[in-house]
Antibody, heavy 119, light 109 residues
Framework: EVELVESGGGLVQPGGSLRLSCAASGFTFSSYWMHWVRQDPGKGLVWVSRIDRDGSTINYADSVKGRFTISRDNAKNTLYLQMNSLRGEDTAVYYC????????????WGQGTLVTVSS | EIVLTQSPGTLSLSPGERATLFCRASQSVSSNYLAWYQQKPGQAPRLLIYGTSSRATGIADRFSGSGSGTDFTLTISRLEPEDFAVYYCQQYNHSLTMYTFGQGTKLEI
């Protein structure tokens, strides 16, 4: 069974940093592109970033470009999101997701981790 | 950027009824790259439909998707109590490497 478990969320001050992790199991992690998607409390879904199988192709939403860094460790079956220069508008539940190859969709999602940016 | 507009914002129906949810794109979307998700309170989204009309693994056949170009539809043929949730459409633009979601339709009893 595919399982994705996020961790690392919490309360951080504006301008601060946080690193999220997503531990994957139940599938061959190194064979899949992976995503981060966030959801403002009570609002809709916003795509954040994606990374290919070996980390050589990475894309970001404009709203996080230059501040967030996605990476992965295939030996540890773990996806990361390093978030720097955090702003209030980055407050959200952050989900990691497995890409559904060829269709631009996300076929498995973690349970999410809440990031709150506030002083 | 392609904007997805879902309608209605809220749909009030009863179990056993048919639900039709709409997703309109500001520009043409490749049929391969249009998906639908279901999200219940406190849960992660769940993939229902990919490639406009293909059901994801384990999704009941009462869920169906259709459409092309800028207009897409999710239909739930006979509502079950567990279907009351928020539904999102999502598109992928290959040339811009951009993923966008609609704002959601809340399906309520």
């Amino acid at each position: 069974e595919v399982e994705l478990v996020e961790s690392g969320g919490g309360l951080v001050q504006p301008g601060g940093s946080l690193r999220l992790s997503c531990a994957a199991s139940g599938f061959t992690f190194s064979s899949y592109w992976m995503h981060w998607v966030r959801q403002d409390p009570g609002k809709g879904l916003v795509w954040v970033s994606r990374i290919d199988r070996d980390g050589s192709t990475i894309n970001y939403a404009d709203s996080v470009k230059g501040r967030f860094t996605i990476s992965r460790d295939n030996a540890k079956n773990t996806l990361y999101l390093q978030m720097n220069s955090l702003r209030g508008e980055d407050t959200a539940v952050y989900y990691c997701g497995r890409a559904y190859a060829g269709y631009g969709a996300i076929d498995n999602w973690g349970q999410g981790t809440l990031v709150t940016v506030s002083s | 950027e392609i904007v997805l507009t879902q309608s209605p914002g809220t749909l009030s129906l009863s179990p056993g009824e048919r639900a039709t949810l709409f997703c309109r794109a500001s520009q043409s979307v490749s049929s391969n790259y249009l998906a639908w998700y279901q999200q219940k309170p406190g849960q992660a989204p769940r993939l229902l439909i990919y490639g406009t009309s293909s059901r994801a693994t384990g999704i009941a056949d009462r869920f169906s998707g259709s459409g092309s170009g800028t207009d897409f539809t999710l239909t739930i043929s006979r509502l079950e109590p567990e279907d009351f949730a928020v539904y999102y459409c999502q598109q992928y633009n290959h040339s811009l490497t951009m993923y966008t979601f609609g704002q959601g339709t809340k399906l309520e009893i």
